[in-house]
């Protein structure tokens, strides 16, 4: 799998302003190349392949997850769409005005996003929705590759711990001075805004640690500064 890395991040800094995504057939990571090969014969309607990014690169926030869902974003094709965390993600940009259209859980509903784009750290859906720190990495060439294709980026909002490490380390920063907090944010040392919020997974909603104002706050404080 690291072998495969040098090439990539020779091809992101020979062609930066061509934004970098993985191959529908990716094999840079063995272990996501298996389940989705198995994903394939147990569910052939699926999208089963890495999971683009949805927005317009001229958006000034990116949502960073950290993988796809096996029957969400996996199964449809966009993220957070077809699992119970874009139940709870999607209603929320619509009502912020980051969003219009109606939400319907596919990727055809016409749904459109406004000055917001979303993307994973890890494209392709993991075993237990568990992607391991090398394949984190192998995927970050994509994850630079957005960032520094967004020329109006202010704010990046990790939905997780995970996602927030996997951008701290796409830019170098100690992840010491940037602890992981719901509602935390944060100035990089780029300029850029990181906010934080607890994944809007079915889990942390079932036991409530997150409910659906936390998550409203998270972007209620964005709002100034997307303003």
Not at 72 to 86: C, H, I, K, M
Not at 187 to 201: E, F, I, M, Q
């Amino acid at each position: 799998m690291s072998t495969h890395l040098p090439l990539l991040l020779m091809n992101l800094m020979m062609a930066k302003s061509k934004l970098l995504e993985p191959k529908p057939d990716c094999g840079l990571c063995p272990r996501l190349v298996e389940f989705r090969v198995s994903n394939q014969q147990l569910y052939p309607h699926f999208n089963n392949a890495p999971v683009p990014s949805f927005g317009n690169l001229n958006a000034a926030l990116l949502i960073v997850g950290l993988a796809p869902g096996l029957k969400g974003a996996n199964q449809t094709g966009r993220p957070f769409t077809g699992d119970y965390a874009g139940d709870l993600l999607y209603p929320t940009l619509l009502k912020f005005g980051l969003a219009k259209g109606t939400f319907g859980a596919t990727a055809d509903d016409g749904m459109e996003l406004i000055n917001c784009r979303i993307t994973n750290a890890v494209r392709c859906v993991p075993p237990q929705n568990k992607p391991t720190g090398p394949e984190a990495t192998t995927c970050r060439p994509f994850l630079i590759s957005e960032i520094e294709s967004m020329p109006n980026l202010k704010v990046l909002l990790a939905l997780g711990g995970l996602a927030h490490a996997a951008i701290l380390t796409t830019f170098s920063e100690r992840k010491a001075d940037f602890k992981f907090g719901h509602e935390n944010q944060y100035r990089l040392s780029n300029g850029l805004t990181l906010a934080d919020s607890y994944h809007c997974s079915r889990y942390n909603t079932n036991t409530g640690r997150l409910t659906t104002q936390m998550f409203e706050n998270v972007f209620e404080k964005l709002s100034p500064i997307l303003s």
